[in-house]
């Protein structure tokens, strides 16, 4: 399994609840330039957390990218939840190419668990952060860490 990891856009800092935090128009700009990272690459699906900026930094990757099916919502992609049961869902999946739109804490930690076995280790993901990652087996430790980019990569 190719796994693509993306952190939301930047979003706006006050909301009716963190769940309803929107992106901003910065924020819909780093994603749609991290699109051209995903651009030629064959999703099976991209998976997004239920909170409206991972809603639609989804929505705007899957329109940069001309991805033709819908996106699936995933409650176990929130900010604070367990990296370990993520591995537990993801291991439930047949794709093999599968894009994930979630938020920190989880982003950095699903990362470290999957390449180090662990989830101590920092890997940066700004707004937008895409990691890729690939997979013989999903498990914690077992992943190759392909790419991490981040919008300031593409500046310039």
């Known amino acids: 399994m190719r796994l693509w990891i993306l952190r939301h856009g930047q979003a706006a800092t006050q909301a009716a609840s963190d769940a309803e935090r929107p ?6 700009a780093e994603v749609q330039a991290m699109s051209a990272l995903l651009a030629n690459q064959p999703l099976d699906a991209i998976l997004a957390s239920p909170y409206r900026r991972a809603q639609q930094t989804a929505a705007v990757m899957r329109s940069a990218i001309g991805f033709t099916h819908d996106v699936a919502t995933a409650p176990w ?14 291991s439930e ?6 894009l994930l739109v979630s938020h920190q804490p989880l982003v950095s930690q699903l990362v470290s668990l999957l390449v180090e076995g ?11 952060g895409l990691a890729c990652i690939d997979l013989d087996f999903v498990a914690a430790g077992l992943g190759t860490l392909v790419a991490l980019r981040v919008p300031a990569d593409l500046a310039g």
């Open 23 to 28: 992106l901003t128009p910065a924020g819909e």
């Open 77 to 90: 992609l929130t900010p604070d939840d367990d990296p370990g049961e993520v591995l537990r869902f993801l």
């Open 118 to 128: 662990n989830r101590a280790s920092h890997y940066p993901m700004p707004t937008a």
């Open 93 to 98: 999946r047949s794709e093999q190419q599968l």
